[in-house]
């Protein structure tokens, strides 16, 4: 456990993290994010953030040593898309009984390594500890090392147990794997003046796919994406690109750092969301490149493509202006989409009310300054309370979150889209802002909406029945609601009469009878005497029971 | 590849072995086929705007319509009262299909008589058959009531029923004070929801209106009672216990008239129940004297609500109420109607509905969807789909009039959902075929006759209608109230995952979007 703690606390000294580098020594200590709150609700643990960062390898073997918790909620859970093989959608767990627990499970683990390699052959396999194998004092390392030299094969231990920390420390233990056990171990067919390395992109819904032929049309090959999309060869190579772009500003941070420190590659930090951002980013790794040598013509080339991609994309967005003029938007998200999607909804025409920022650094921060203003309203931390407060008092007309926020919004009444990794639509790029823009319309212009927000519609008859009798009109709050229910109410079965129309006609002319409530409103049929009888006599029972 | 008694296939498996597709095979040889290519060339070719125009052009033929006819109704009403035979004057034939068609529905046993007019009775007249048959059914089947409808045949050569009832009590086939409701029900006018409206009218006439001339006119004290029809509707047993279920919240008081929802879902104890639940003969008669009465379905009770408002009542018709919208109107009628307020109870589910609504309507915006079925179920699935942001594209309704046409145009009107939307009365299945290649959909709802549909046109079928053959006890589970609208909007969800798992399966290809999570 020792190595793991000294791993924890180099992470923890990362110089690549402004934020973490900004920290007196001694806070330095307690870690990246904020500890957590005993009693309070907080997100995944590190082991998740190892898995996530790391499965979306999909022609390696994925075993989670541990009992059947760690696997078994989340075995292919995320959608990140392969373009060949499915092995990483399979669930390997040592699945550790009582037993084990008593008589260690290294053993246990051994024989499911070999039983993988026997059965699938995959060209690599990583295992991750959990808390139960790391607190009774399971030795992956030492398992996985004499696993590799008996079968000639890479196992590599991903030291992430659960207690340690959060998902985003995870994730960078997952890159502390990487590093030390499989980039620069194999060496790659050819290399070119074009490679690069995407580093923190996972390739949910096929997100990387939509950027990937802008990259192949300029001819920049990819040597690794780590992960989304990646096999274990690409990765284990990767130390060959020339450049690389670090895609998710904080988890796999110390991965391009220490690619730089170690193999000379350049990385910047960008984003693919957005059309600014994709124009951005395609233009700093053509920099990259050609300030490791591609040819200076590349440069020329990416202008060229930029502005025929945002043409495109400005054309397919134009329609939505008009339509989004006045909405606002309340951003709920981590990290780098903070910023980086302030920019595309802006340019869909939309309105920022907040964003918020726990997850990003400070340069996230800067970044949404300059794009928001001064005063904007960034939001530390929110609690679901003050999510509630700020939707249900119609600051914003939709919000854009992560799953776990969707259902204060749905509470509200608000409408709501993911934007991270459960969604179903890839958003990355110029195809993909076109896309989220399309899917905010539509959540925008939802008829469900409106539905939602009107109370029930006896409620709303209550009221107006209460505007009718007491002329109290401006007591009435929602006089549209009102009308709206008494207009629809059909009190006639031929249909022709609504309930508005009479009550108007008995309030305005001071009918006392059937007789002239007909003659002020063309009720003719035989049938509804009793009903409007009922409107000139008392409020019905519903009234009270709305009150 | 016979037979094996150690492993026995069924018939969808047994014909694929080779010795039996050699027969088909040389079957076919033996027909001396059109050229295949020639074959294709015409598939292909109504698939075009241009066979389109030439199959709206059609007069005289109808294929493939979706309809059936009066008396299906009428026996469907029947059954809805206590003790009560249905008895249709007229060919047996007739008879066996409205039994076999509403057992492959619901899965239960059908039980009506006919009076098996033959030859000679069509010559010289059904007399004799309807004073045999009463007779007969009477002491064979004990009922408390025989409900008398017609079939084409009698129609035809225009028995009189009225006349023919009496004269069979005047000849003791049944005792004088037997109660023996009729309906003319010729299948040439209309459809089997015009039958349900005669058959009601007809029974609620006998009881109100003094019993064929036998017994004094019921004199009308109002009182608090709400009446309730369903119309002629494939899920009547889910919906008619939903209802029951809805009221007895309210506290209103009711009488549910035509109530089938237990003779078409008996329980299997050791016990055949020819006669189950119903509306006694008593309710039928008292129904007279509610404060108003509720249809769920405007086209199956043209007739029967008029008739009733005649005699003083309020009534309200709706249009197969699916989904929030609808079902608060339902509810806001019933409170005025009855007085009565909604309980809270009923306020939760709605509110469970919208937030079903809400979890999954991505999904569903935008889709694309042809429906047909009885003119009421498609005025209500397209105000849902409408609700739901779905777009409807045809609607189709071969029993749909010129005022169901008028209705439904406006509700589409109403929507920025339903401007695409075309309105089809009086259509058959090979039009909405054309329609499908033509205009394609994403999903077409209809009931199990819309598989041929499916499987040429490749539009994904949601079964919602009647009558549903080869899909099991869907019956049983409302659609109607906030929870009968969860269970549709399950449907058509189920329908919509299936399909993206279908298109995603593909191993290698497009299975890099078969996930976990939807």
Redesign the interface.
Known sequence: MSSLRATVRNIFNEPGCAKNGSKPESERKKGCTKQLQPGGAAGGCAFDGAKIALQPFTDVAHLVHGPIACEGNSWDSRSAASSGSNLWRTAFTTDMNETDIVFGGEKRLYKAIKQIIDKYDPPAIFVYQTCVPAMIGDDIDAVCKAAAGKFGKPVIPVNSPGFVGSKNLGSKLAGEALLEHVIGTQEPDDTTAYDINLIGEYNLSGELWQIKPLFEELGIRILSCISGDGKYREVASSHRARAAMMVCSKSLINVARKMEERYEIPFFEGSFYGIQDSSDSLREIARLLVGRGAPDHLIERTESVIAREEARAWTAIEPYKARFNGKKVLLITGGVKSWSVVAALQEAGLELVGTSVKKSTKEDKDRIKQLMGQDAHMIEDMPPREMYRILKDAKADIMLSGGKSQFVALKTATPWLDINQERCHAYMGYVGMVKLVEEIDKSLSNPMWEQLRRPTPWNALARAMVKVRSQAIASISDEAIGETARRAKKICVCNTVDLGTIEDATCSHGLTSVEAVRQHTNEAGGCCSRRIENILRSPPAMFQAAE | MAQSAEHVLDHFELFRGPEYQQMLAKKKAFENPRDPAEVERVKEWTKTLEYREKNFAREALTINPAKACQPLGAVFASVGFEGTLPFVHGSQGCVAYYRSHLSRHFKEPSSCVSSSMTEDAAVFGGLNNMVDGLANSYNMYKPKMIAVSTTCMAEVIGDDLNAFIKTSKEKGAVPADFDVPFAHTPAFVGSHITGYDNALKGILEHFWDGKAGTAPKLERKPNDKVNFIGGFDGYTVGNLREIKRILELMGVEYTILADNSEVFDTPTDGEFRMYDGGTTLDEAANAVHA??TISMQQWSTEKT?PFI?DHG?????FNYPMG??AT??F???L???S?????EEL?RE?GRL??A???S??HI??KKFAIYGDPDLCYGLAAFL????AEPIHVLSTNGNKAWEEKTKALLAG???GQDCNVYPGRDLWHMRSLLFTEPVDYLIGNTYGKYLERDTGTPLIRIGFPVFDRHHHHRSPVWGYQGGMNVLVKILDKIFDEIDKKTSL??KT???F????
Do not use: C, N, W
């Open positions: 404060k108003g609500l408002a009542q309020d009534v309200l018709a929030v919208s608060d109107d509810l806001m009628a409170s005025l109607l007085g009565k307020g909604i309980p306020a709605r919208v937030d609504m809400t979890d309507s991505a915006h935008g409408l609700e739901l942001g929507s920025t959902f191993l290698g299975d890099y979007s996930d976990i999570i939807r």
